[in-house]
């Protein structure tokens, strides 16, 4: 049997890291002298909950959170609830719940925290795009999810495209992939417009022969220009 996609590498050298368990989240730990930022890193959905391995330990979210330890920052994986379509508000629960663990731990700083959401994970972005807390300092899309899809209606809550016009001067950083599916695209152009009219703080990074999970599928030069440039806009941003 061939091998599921989300087992294969990151499309970067993994570096080093020490990394802790506590329930349902892994914190990737960095070298720091004192409180250091955290990016939490936010898997798609909706996922089946027998799909194992679970998100946290695929490599490709080992791989962003060993990078982000590596340049200073915590680097956060979590498995979270959003495993059928209506399962959306368990899994914004479960990150808020993240969110919650990783400010109180007295290593990190509280005021310079990144989220950063993958895939079908970007529905749950809205609810921190549209009025945003003091100590969220950036938000990260890749290859995300940000409207509705045919078939799938949704509630206001989950459109990110509607929540940035409350994003305020909060740095979003977008990687958008040339290969997208068509019905994802269209979310993100809608999201994409939509911030410009709202004269969002919005930077994106292109990826023009990139697939959907680029960062597992597309061991290219221009995959790993990609990912080096929004994880170096996350981290200046939490500095």
């Not at 061939?2 to 329930?23: H, N, Q, S």
């Not at 993240?98 to 990144?114: C, G, K, Q, T, Y």
């Not at 209606?153 to 958008?176: F, K």
Request: aromatic fraction near 8%; glycine fraction near 8%.
């Amino acid at each position: 049997m061939t091998a599921p996609d989300f087992t294969k590498p990151f499309v970067l050298p993994v570096p080093a890291a020490t990394v802790e368990r506590i329930g349902n989240v892994d914190l990737y730990l960095p070298v720091a002298t004192g409180p250091a930022p955290a990016i939490v890193f936010v898997h798609g959905g909706p996922l089946p909950a027998a799909l194992t391995p679970r998100p946290r330990d695929w490599p490709v979210f080992q791989g962003y959170a060993a990078l982000a330890a590596d340049q200073g920052a915590f680097g956060v994986t979590l498995n979270h609830g959003f495993h059928e379509p209506h399962d959306l508000a368990v899994g914004a629960a479960d990150i808020g719940a993240a969110v919650e663990l990783v400010r109180a731990d007295p290593r990190v700083d509280p005021d310079r925290i990144a989220l950063w959401f993958f895939s079908g994970g970007g529905l749950l972005a809205g609810d921190w795009l549209r009025n945003p807390p003091s100590w969220l300092r950036c938000v990260g899309l890749t290859y995300p999810l940000l409207g509705e899809l045919p078939n799938w209606p949704l509630e206001e809550r989950w459109r990110a495209d509607l929540a940035v016009a409350g994003s305020g001067r909060l740095p979003i950083v977008l990687t958008r992939v040339g290969r997208e599916a068509p019905q994802i695209a269209v979310t993100v152009t809608a999201f994409t417009d939509a911030a410009e009219a709202a004269g969002a703080n919005l930077e994106i990074i292109d990826v023009p022969n990139g697939r959907h999970s680029f960062d597992l599928l597309d061991h290219t030069d221009e995959s790993r220009a990609a990912v080096q440039q929004a994880m170096t806009l996350v981290v200046n941003a939490l500095a």
